[in-house]
């Protein structure tokens, strides 16, 4: 398959996206399309798809196979999926309570039956019978990609397009995924594939670098130059004068952020986390790594109050027993936190500032009206973390990784005692990595907050850590 883009514009809202973009692809080559945060990439993979009006000519010539409509497949970044009544209307703690996932699909119901035998190959392949049961509510990130990219194989497609789908494996998911896609070339579908070059794999030939919705670079693979992966507004990284007029230090008194003995959970007779045990001191800077499944997102709930099976369970939260008299917002208000879950069910309708002013009040979503003393805090952190120029932008307008920056200042917006920050720099480019981690560890050289930090990344991980918690299969995994 060639594809020729020609002199391709996209606007949203009078405001330019993407401007004369031409390439051009041979039926030999693959793609890949790299670039900071916000220049673009998504929406012209959506444009490709043909999901996106757009001027301009996106042309296939399909001749060497002979096909009239040739399948095109795009696996965005984040997977939305419906109940049984065909309605998308769940929420972030559904996940977590076993009823409430009877009205989900299973991964099983997934997969069409019209050709077994390929289904079981990629079913296989990226090892979907240990989650084959499970109800899509109760994925993890990870799993959840793991099952579009095995579904969508299934539907034999020309060309595949794939968004950052790295995002949310592990080491190994991802050294499987690139060794996928060159297996999936070698069968003969063409990819195009939207990834920072440090993760693309050996079957790519040529990459497109696009910056502020121009490409600045087209060509063979190992021609590239050397290219600035972000805006140079970027650049400028948190002070502590900075943090000091955002940062209002707690007076909570507490030994122990988190204490769990003997904590035992299960979802349909299987078990997640088994016999564990942990101890969070307060002012502890915790790493927590492990292989996609291993429990993580499981534990992580227990702590953010998400989880209703934490009553059963010997836990204790700021020196204080589940179940013995605490509302779940008793807890929220102490804990600032991101995941990629709590992304995929946020509301994005709201504005940016909406979207942080909204963790003062622990809600998905802005449910009423801040004061001015919270609406100045609130322009305070936006104006550190650099999304100040958004603040008026709704969410569904910006690319994920400049959401997911809006998350993460959402999180720290009310300076809890303990943050919790799962994969949060997934979908931020690497100059928007580093002036988060820069923030994390301004925040805990400067103050005794609390941290447990989630990443499958370790170029990702702050300074400050200063233990590590490794899980696989439910249980500790002793260094």
């Known amino acids: 398959m060639e594809i020729n883009i020609k002199e391709v514009r996209i606007m949203l809202g009078g405001k330019i996206l993407l401007d004369n973009i031409n390439l051009s692809m041979a039926h030999d080559e693959q793609w890949a399309i790299t670039g900071p945060s916000g220049s673009g ?21 399909t001749a060497e196979k002979q096909e009239i409509n040739p399948k095109i497949l795009l696996i965005e970044q984040q997977h939305q999926f419906k109940n049984r009544s065909n309605v998308q209307q769940f929420y972030y703690q559904q996940r977590f309570n076993s009823s409430d996932a009877e ?19 990629w079913i296989n392949f990226f090892n979907i019978w240990p989650i084959i049961d499970k109800p899509l509510i109760q994925l993890s990130n990870g799993e959840n990609k793991r099952l579009q990219l095995a579904k969508a194989m299934t539907e034999s497609p020309s060309l595949l397009i794939l968004d950052n789908p790295f995002i949310g494996l592990d080491k190994e998911g ?34 497109a670098f696009i910056k502020e919705g121009k490409i600045h670079f087209a060509g063979p693979k190992d021609n590239q130059p050397m290219l600035v992966a972000s805006s140079d507004d970027d650049a400028i990284f948190p002070t502590p004068l900075a943090l000091q007029k955002c940062y209002a230090t707690s007076s909570l008194p507490f030994k122990h952020a ?8 299960a979802y349909n007779g299987k078990e997640i986390l088994s016999n564990f045990n942990w ?44 179940g013995t008299g605490e509302s779940i917002w008793d807890i929220k208000k102490n804990i600032g936190y991101v995941s990629p879950e709590l992304h995929l069910f946020f509301d994005l309708g709201i504005t940016c500032q909406e979207a942080v002013t909204s963790g003062l009040f622990d809600t998905i979503g802005l449910f009423r009206k801040p004061g001015p003393t919270e609406t100045s805090i609130v322009l305070d952190w936006m104006e550190m973390l650099g999304i100040s120029a958004i603040k008026e932008k709704r969410l569904n307008q910006l690319s994920l990784g400049e959401q997911r920056l809006v998350m993460l200042t959402r999180a720290l917006v009310k300076s809890p005692p303990m943050l919790i920050l799962d994969e949060p720099c997934q979908g931020l480019d690497a100059q928007q990595t580093a002036k988060f981690k820069n923030t994390i560890d301004l925040i805990c050289k400067s103050t005794s907050t609390t941290l447990i930090y989630v990443s499958h990344y370790s170029q990702d991980i702050p300074t400050c850590i200063t233990h590590h918690l490794q899980l696989k299969a439910g249980k500790k995994i002793e260094e």
């Open 41 to 61: 990439k998504t929406t012209l993979g959506k444009a490709i798809a043909g999901k996106i009006f757009h001027r301009g000519i996106i042309s296939f010539d």
């Open 103 to 121: 009205d989900t699909l299973t991964v099983a119901e997934q997969f069409d039956d019209t050709d077994q035998q390929l289904n079981k190959y």
């Open 174 to 207: 991802r050294s499987t995924l690139q060794e996928g896609l060159n297996k999936i070339v070698q069968a003969g579908t063409k990819i195009i594939l939207f990834a920072p070059p440090e993760d693309l794999p050996s079957c790519i030939t040529h990459i």
């Open 258 to 265: 988190v204490e769990m003995r003997n904590v035992n959970i």
């Open 279 to 322: 101890q969070v001191k307060k002012g502890e800077r915790w790493c927590v790594t492990g292989p996609n499944g291993a429990g993580k997102s499981t534990l992580l709930s227990l702590i953010s109050a998400d989880n209703p099976q934490a009553y059963a369970n010997d836990i204790y939260l700021f020196d204080r027993k589940r």
